[in-house]
C-alpha cells in the first residue's frame, strides 16, 4: 500500500514539474522587422512579425517599455509607420505563455524637406506670406531670403515670411533635427511677379473665352502641377471620399467628390439617407428624382462637397448583383431616364453628378480585375444606352470608370468606352478611375482625366512623360477637361481654398432637413410596391398589428461597410452608406405607433417576436393581435454578390411564416410580410401562406413611417418593379455564370436577353413581371391615339405622338405607372419581343378621374444596333406599340392597348 502511495506521489511530481518546465520553455518568440535598423532618406513603413502562431505585437517609439507603458500600440496588418529617428521598441504577447524579449531597432530618417504654402512659381499678385512646414515632427527650420545656402546659422523659421512686392522673391530652406536625424536637401522656392499671367478666375468675367483661359492657364502650369492636376490629392479636410489639387497662384480651387448614388456620405457628418436608388426607380417618378438630387445637392452645399459620386447606372444583370440595390433597373432606358431626373436636380442646383461605373460593372467578385466578355450590340443596347441618355438629358459633369476590364481592356482606359461617351453620346465631363482602379499612364492617352484618390506616386506620370509613353499633351487634354468642371463649381466661383468653415459643420440645420424629411418619405411612398393582397390592406378595423421578425428589433450602428439597421435596413453599405443621426431614424415600431396602432412585440414570456417562435408563441400572438406583420430583411453592401441563398428563406423564416399564418388563419386574422430587401428575392414557395406582400426596400431615414401609411391606406400604393422577379433563382438567364470571388473573366452568354427582354421568351419562370405593381384601386386604359401610322425613316427627326387615355375606375384615389412598348413584327434580325420607350406616373387620379399622357417616340425607339455596321438601323416594316400597367404579355393583351405603326422608307 505504502508503495502505492509513493509510486503515485513520484508520479505526480514528475507529471507537474514537467508541467512547470513546459511553460517556463513556451516563451513567445520575439518579434522581427522588415526593415532593419539603419539610416534612410525617406519614412519607413515596418512590418513585425513573431513566429508564434496567434501573438499580438505591441511597440513603442517613445522609449518607453511596450509591454507596460501606457503609450504602447498594437501593431496592425499595416504594419508602423516610422517617419522620424526613433528607437523602435517592440514586444510579442500570448495568453498563457510568457511574453517574448523586448526587442529594439534604431532607424535614423532623414528630415522632410520643408514645402510652402502658397506654392511657389509666377504670381499675378504675390501672395503676402509663405507659411513653411515639414512633415517630420519635432523638426526645425532654417531659410534664407538672399540667395545664400540655408544653414543652422541661417534664420530660423518662426511663422509666415513676408514676401516683397513687385520683385522676384527666392527663399531657400533646411529642415534639421538634433537626434542625429540627417538633416533635410536644400530646397528653393521662387515667387516671381507677373502682371500678366491669365487666372482660371478669368473664366467669371462676363465677356469671358472660357477655352482660351483655360489653355493659357494649363500652359502657365508646370509640369509638377500638372502631373499633381491629374493625380487626386487624397487631403480632403471634410471626410469626403477624394478631392483634387489646388493651384492657388492660377486661382485653381479644389473640388471635393463625395458619395454617393443613396445620400452624402462624409465621415463624420450627419445627412439624410433616402431610399436606395432602385427602390427610387420603382417610383417611376421621375419629378420625385430630381427633387432628391435637389435635396442632395443642398446637403452638399452645406458640406462644401462639389461633386457627388452618383448615380450609380449600372444594369441588374443578375438579382444577386451585390450592388444592384445602388443601381436603377434591369432595364437601360428607366435606368437612363432615372439617372438624367437625379442629375438635372442636382446639377440645377450647382453641385456636379458623376455617372458611374461606366461600364458593364454588373457583379461585385473579384470586381477589380475581371474581364467581363460583352458583344457590341450588348453593349450598346444594354449597358451604354443608360449612360448615353442620361448624358443627352442632363450633361453630367463627370463620370466614373468601372474596375473591371471589358473585352480585354479595364474601363478607365477603354479607346471604345471614352470615344463613345465623348464622341458619339456628347459628353463633356470629366472621366475619373473608381477608387483605386487606375494602373497605367497609357489611360491619359485614351481619354481618361483623373486618378483618384490619387496621393502620393503622381511623379510616375513625369516618368511616363520622359519616356514617351504618354507625352505632356495628353495630360493637357485631361487638365482642361478637369478645369472645364472646376470652374462650374461653387468653391470656384467664391474662391474657397480653406473649408474649414464647412469641416466644421456636423448636422443639416433642422429647417432643411425637416424638408428633407419629408421627401424622403415622400420617394419612399411611391416607391413601395404592393405585390400581393389578399383582401388585407388597406387595414381595416385593425387597433393592435404584431410586429414580427429579429430584424424588427434589430439595431446595428455605427457601421461603415455593412448595410447598418435599426429596426429595418434603411440603407445599404460601402459607399452608399450616409451617416445618419440615428435619433433620427424612424423604426417600424415607432411608426406603427405614432400611426395609432398598439405593437405587440413579444410572447408571453417576454421575448421578442422574432425567427424560431414556436407554435404556442404564434398562437398567443394572433389572439393578442388583430394582424400579423413579419418583416423580412436583405442587406446590400459593395465588394461582393450575394449568395443564391440570400434569395431564398431561410428555414427559420420559412417556419415562422408557416406557423403565423397558420396561427393568425385560424382566428380568421391575416398576414402581411413587409420585404425590407436590398435585392429580388424569391417568394413563390411561401406566398401562399400569407395574405399580403410588399417590398420595402431600403427605404431610408422616414421609410418606415412611409410603410406606416401605406399600410393604413392614407396612400395608396403606387410602386411598380423595375426588375423581373423569377420565380427561383435558378431562372434566371445569368444563373450559373456570375463570378466567383477569384474568377478572372466572365462572358455575358445572355447577350442583350437581360431581364423581361429574356422573361418574355419564358414567362413560365416569372413571380413578378418587371414593371409590375398593385394598387388600392383600379385603372382602365381607354384609349391609345397616335398622330400618324406610318414612320417616314427618310427623315431623321421623324416622331410619333401616342396620347393614351387612363381612368381610374376604382374606390379610392391613386397614381398608375403607364408603360410603353415597341415591338418589331416583321424584323428580319433577331430582336427581343418587345422593349420599354416610354413611360409615365399619372397625377393622382381621384375615382372617375382620366389623364390622357403624351409620349413621343422617334427613330431610336425603333431600332435596334447592329454590329455589322457598327450602327443602329431601322428596318422598314410593322410594328406594335403597346401601352398598359406591366409588361406581362397576358395581362397586356387583357387590360393594355395596342396600335400598329408601319415604318416606311
Ligand atoms: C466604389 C465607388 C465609390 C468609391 C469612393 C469605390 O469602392 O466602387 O462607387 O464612389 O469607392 O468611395
New binding site residues.
Given amino acids: 500500500m505504502k508503495k502505492r502511495w509513493y509510486l503515485l506521489i513520484v508520479f505526480l511530481i514528475s507529471i507537474s514539474s514537467l508541467l512547470m518546465a513546459n511553460s517556463v520553455a513556451q516563451k513567445v518568440s520575439p518579434p522581427v522587422a522588415s526593415v532593419p535598423s539603419g539610416t534612410y532618406d525617406t519614412t519607413q513603413r515596418v512590418s513585425l512579425f513573431s513566429e508564434t502562431e496567434g501573438a499580438t505585437i505591441y511597440y513603442t517609439i517613445d522609449g518607453s517599455d511596450p509591454l507596460t507603458s501606457s503609450t504602447r500600440q498594437k501593431v496592425s496588418s499595416r504594419g508602423v509607420q516610422i517617419q522620424t529617428t526613433c528607437v523602435l521598441k517592440a514586444v510579442a504577447v500570448k495568453e498563457g505563455m510568457e511574453p517574448s524579449d523586448i526587442v529594439s531597432y534604431k532607424y535614423f530618417i532623414k528630415v522632410a524637406e520643408p514645402t510652402p504654402n502658397p506654392s511657389p512659381g509666377e504670381w499675378k499678385e504675390l501672395p503676402k506670406e509663405i507659411i513653411l512646414s515639414s512633415t517630420t515632427p519635432g523638426a526645425v527650420i532654417y531659410y534664407t531670403t538672399d540667395g545664400s545656402l540655408p544653414t543652422r546659422q541661417s534664420i530660423k523659421y518662426t511663422g509666415p515670411i513676408k514676401l516683397e512686392k513687385g520683385k522676384t522673391n527666392t527663399i531657400k530652406a533646411i529642415a534639421v533635427k538634433e537626434d542625429g536625424s540627417p538633416d533635410s536637401n536644400v530646397v528653393m522656392f521662387v515667387y516671381v511677379e507677373n502682371p500678366n499671367l491669365i487666372l482660371l478666375t478669368d473664366t467669371l468675367r462676363p465677356d469671358a473665352n472660357e477655352i482660351y483661359v483655360i489653355n493659357k492657364v494649363i500652359s502657365e502650369m508646370t509640369l509638377d502641377e500638372k502631373v499633381r492636376m491629374v493625380w487626386g490629392a487624397a487631403t480632403s479636410q471634410l471626410g469626403a471620399?477624394?478631392n483634387t489639387y489646388a493651384i492657388p497662384r492660377l486661382g485653381i480651387t479644389s473640388m471635393e467628390l463625395a458619395?454617393?448614388p443613396a445620400g452624402l456620405r462624409l465621415r463624420g457628418h450627419e445627412a439624410t439617407a433616402w431610399p436606395n436608388p432602385m427602390m427610387l426607380a420603382s417610383t417611376w417618378n421621375t419629378e420625385i428624382l430630381e427633387k432628391v438630387g435637389a435635396a442632395i445637392a443642398d446637403e452638399a452645399k452645406f458640406y462644401g462637397i462639389d461633386i457627388m459620386?452618383g448615380p450609380?447606372m449600372n444594369i441588374h444583370r443578375d438579382p444577386l448583383g451585390g450592388r444592384v440595390f445602388e443601381y436603377y433597373s434591369e432595364d437601360p432606358y428607366v435606368t437612363g431616364k432615372m439617372a438624367a431626373a437625379w442629375i438635372n436636380g442636382l446639377q440645377d442646383n450647382g453641385v456636379g453628378a458623376t455617372m458611374?461605373?461606366y461600364a458593364a460593372n454588373n457583379s461585385e467578385n473579384n470586381r477589380m480585375n475581371i474581364n467581363v466578355i460583352v458583344s457590341e450590340r450588348a453593349l450598346r443596347e444594354i449597358y451604354l444606352t443608360g449612360f448615353e441618355i442620361a448624358t443627352k438629358e442632363s450633361n453630367p459633369w463627370a463620370a466614373?470608370s468601372a474596375?473591371n476590364k471589358i473585352n480585354g481592356t479595364f474601363g478607365f482606359e477603354h479607346e471604345y468606352l471614352s470615344k463613345m461617351l465623348r464622341d458619339v453620346f456628347g459628353f463633356k465631363g470629366l472621366i475619373m478611375s473608381?477608387?483605386g482602379g487606375y494602373h497605367n499612364p497609357i489611360s491619359f492617352k485614351n481619354g481618361f482625366d483623373l486618378n483618384e484618390p490619387g496621393g502620393a506616386g503622381s511623379d510616375n506620370l513625369k516618368n511616363a512623360i520622359n519616356n514617351g509613353i504618354i507625352t505632356e499633351k495628353d495630360l493637357d487634354r485631361a487638365i482642361s477637361n478637369i478645369l472645364n468642371v472646376v470652374i462650374k463649381t461653387e468653391t470656384f466661383k467664391n474662391q474657397i481654398y480653406d473649408k474649414s468653415e464647412f469641416a466644421a459643420n456636423q448636422k443639416i440645420p433642422s429647417s432643411i432637413a425637416a424638408i428633407h424629411a419629408d421627401i424622403s418619405k415622400e420617394a419612399a411612398l411611391e416607391g413601395i410596391v404592393l405585390l400581393k393582397n389578399d383582401e388585407t390592406l388597406p387595414l381595416q378595423n385593425v387597433s393592435t398589428v404584431a410586429l414580427i421578425g429579429e430584424l424588427a428589433y434589430k439595431s446595428e450602428l455605427p457601421s461603415f461597410w455593412g448595410s447598418p439597421a435599426k429596426g429595418l435596413y434603411y440603407e445599404g453599405g460601402g459607399?452608399a452608406a450616409v451617416v445618419v443621426d440615428p435619433e433620427e431614424v424612424v423604426t417600424l415600431q415607432e411608426a406603427f405607433s405614432s400611426g395609432g396602432l398598439n405593437v405587440l412585440t413579444q410572447t408571453e414570456k417576454g421575448e421578442y417576436l422574432k425567427e424560431g417562435m414556436g407554435k404556442n408563441d404564434a398562437i398567443y400572438v394572433a389572439k393578442n393581435s388583430d394582424v400579423g406583420i413579419i418583416l423580412i430583411g436583405r442587406p446590400g453592401t459593395?465588394g461582393r454578390d450575394n449568395t443564391p441563398e440570400s434569395m431564398k428563406l431561410t428555414a427559420e423564416e420559412f417556419a415562422l411564416i408557416r406557423n403565423v399564418s397558420e396561427a393568425y388563419h385560424s382566428l380568421g386574422k391575416k398576414v402581411i410580410v413587409l420585404l425590407n430587401v436590398a435585392h429580388p428575392i424569391e417568394t413563390d414557395d411561401w406566398d401562399d401562406y400569407v395574405d399580403s406582400i410588399l417590398y420595402i426596400g431600403l427605404p431610408g431615414t422616414y421609410g418606415a413611417s412611409a410603410v406606416t401609411d401605406i399600410l393604413l391606406g392614407n396612400v395608396n400604393p403606387s410602386g411598380k418593379l423595375v426588375d423581373t422577379w423569377p420565380i427561383k433563382y435558378e431562372y434566371a438567364p445569368t444563373y450559373g455564370n456570375m463570378p466567383e470571388p477569384n474568377q478572372s473573366e466572365i462572358t455575358y452568354t445572355e447577350d442583350i436577353y437581360v431581364g423581361y427582354r429574356y422573361y418574355d421568351m419564358n414567362p413560365q419562370y416569372v413571380k413578378y413581371p418587371f414593371g409590375y405593381g398593385l394598387s388600392y384601386t383600379e385603372f382602365k386604359y381607354e384609349s391609345i391615339v397616335l398622330d400618324k401610322k406610318t414612320f417616314n425613316l427618310t427623315n431623321e427627326d421623324e416622331t410619333i405622338v401616342v396620347k393614351v387615355k387612363v381612368k381610374n375606375t376604382g374606390q379610392v384615389p391613386g397614381k398608375e405607372v403607364v408603360q410603353l412598348y415597341v415591338r418589331a413584327d416583321d424584323s428580319t434580325a433577331e430582336r427581343p419581343y418587345k422593349e420599354l420607350k416610354g413611360f409615365a406616373k399619372t397625377k393622382l387620379l381621384n375615382p372617375g378621374e382620366t389623364e390622357v399622357i403624351t409620349f413621343t417616340l422617334d427613330k431610336r425607339s425603333f431600332a435596334y444596333f447592329d454590329e455589322v455596321v457598327h450602327d443602329w438601323i431601322v428596318e422598314p416594316g410593322v410594328y406594335t406599340i403597346i401601352v398598359g400597367g406591366t409588361s406581362e404579355n397576358e395581362v397586356l393583351q387583357l387590360t393594355g392597348l395596342s396600335e400598329k405603326v408601319l415604318a416606311t422608307r
Fill in positions: 471620399a477624394g458619395d454617393g459620386l450609380g458611374k461605373h466614373m474596375y473608381d477608387w459607399s459593395e
